[in-house]
């Protein structure tokens, strides 16, 4: 279920990593129109302030999991940094899934959100609700998008420690960013050329586009001499374009780095200031780089090249689009937690575990002996944490497999995972230290 849906970016990216999206909810009717049109008569248009309206509902439908990037315009750096009602949706957020108590939630906003009093609210109800929260700060270009744009996500699943998801994520990102060249192709990308009949005529079309008619001549290659129509990949062929330059940051970019965050004006021409004092690292002059179409912006989101937009007039689609969560980066978070979720993944043990163990007694080898039984243990558990140890050895003793381990190997998982608890800060409940045999400092059971 996704809340704050906008025009269906991140219901999009999960849909594609596999999820069902069963219900979604946004209060801007322009906005739900245009979902209902792309992806389906699944969204209501709902005040989501009024919980005892939408609380009923999204309990009743005991949804796996509740989406939802809650208004940014507080928080955000291009806004006042005010916290007023828009800010609130974000505790209204917290309230919904407390309310409905799905195992997981995800929720987007910008940076700035992790130090709002909202989300410290909204927090504080997650936690006490039995969430454990992984919080991170992401660069979509690092997901599968052409585009520098920064966002915090917070993952929660009932029972889990906090951090549970990080290493995950950090193993989603690709090895570098995705470039604007990357999402058009080296030459045409995503276009082909069908030989036009008249001088003049277009030649390159986008195969999200229908073909022109085909003819006996459309199969002609491309000559050396063809002059593209203004409408061909024109981008491609400047090898730069220029977005609305955010205060006094650059307008001109190549299309071998990734564009800069998508905003409502990203797409506008130059203005004189920018034409009379260009950006010292500007590529090339403002004057002589491509302007971004809607449909490009819309695509540097995530959002396929047929989407329609029709349901809104341009001014609401380019705030549609720069609203919108990329649809590659909302994928590559889902195929995280499906993972996660069906116990093909575990955490990476996390910061300086070994080196308190060494400072306990423990030689190197007992180190990774450790390490290993902890990963051991985890694999068993299906990837989960726990934010209480106790509960934590006894879903041990429940999976399957572990019965039919030897006595001596149950107890070395054990006493690896108490170590690994206590090390994280966990309060011991009712649990014996495990004995360090001084000759080899290997863990023996209690």
């Known amino acids: 279920m996704e809340l704050f849906a906008g025009a269906g970016g991140m219901s999009l990216g999960l849909k594609r990593a596999g999820f069902e999206v069963v219900q979604a909810y946004d209060s801007w009717a322009p906005a739900v129109e245009v979902y209902r049109r792309n992806l389906g008569p699944h969204i209501w248009q709902a005040d989501l302030k009024d919980i005892f309206h939408v609380g009923p509902m999204i309990t009743a439908l005991a949804p796996d999991i509740i989406c939802g990037g809650p208004p940014c315009q507080d928080f955000s750096s291009a806004g006042e940094r005010i916290e007023g009602e828009r800010a609130a949706l974000t505790r209204a957020f917290a309230m919904l899934v407390c309310i409905a108590r799905p195992s997981w939630f995800l929720m987007e906003n910008v940076p700035r959100a992790a130090q709002s009093q909202a989300w410290a609210d909204a927090r504080a109800m997650l936690v006490k609700a039995g969430y454990g929260l992984t919080e991170s700060k992401l660069d979509a270009s690092f997901y599968g998008v052409p585009q520098i744009r920064k966002r915090l996500f917070v993952v929660g699943r009932l029972g889990e420690a906090d951090g549970f998801l990080e290493s995950a994520l950090a193993a989603a990102r690709t090895d570098r960013p995705m470039t604007v060249r990357d999402m058009l192709g080296d030459a045409l990308g995503d276009a082909f050329y069908s030989h036009p009949r008249m001088p003049g005529k277009r030649g390159v079309w986008s195969t999200e586009e229908p073909a022109p008619t085909m003819r006996g001549s459309s199969r002609r290659p491309m000559p050396p001499s063809y002059q593209p129509h203004p409408g061909d990949a024109a981008i491609l062929e ?22 800069p965050v998508i905003v409502r004006t990203s797409r506008e021409r130059p203005r004189p200031k920018d034409l009379a004092m260009p950006h010292p690292a500007d590529a090339m002059h403002p004057s002589q780089a491509a302007v971004l179409s809607q449909t490009h912006v819309s695509r540097i989101q995530g959002f396929p090249g047929n989407w329609d937009w029709s349901a809104a007039n341009s001014r609401d689609t380019d705030q549609m689009i720069a609203n919108a969560v990329p649809a590659a980066l909302a994928e590559a978070i889902g195929r995280v937690i499906r993972a996660r979720e069906a116990g093909e993944s575990i955490p990476e043990i996390q910061g300086r575990f070994g080196q308190w163990l060494r400072q306990r007694g423990f030689s190197k080898p007992a180190v990774r002996n450790a390490k290993s039984r902890v990963n051991r243990a985890r694999r068993l558990l299906l990837g989960r944490t726990f934010g209480d140890a106790a509960a934590e050895q006894a879903s041990l003793e429940t999976v399957d497999g572990f019965a039919s381990l030897s006595v001596a190997i149950r107890s070395d998982l054990r006493a690896a995972l108490r170590l690994y608890a206590e090390w994280r800060g966990d309060p011991p409940k009712a649990k014996r230290k495990p004995k360090v045999d001084a000759s080899n400092h290997e863990m023996i059971a209690a």
């Open 238 to 259: 400047r090898g730069a374009f220029f977005t609305r330059p955010y205060h006094t940051g650059r307008g001109v970019r190549t299309i071998d780095e990734p564009a």
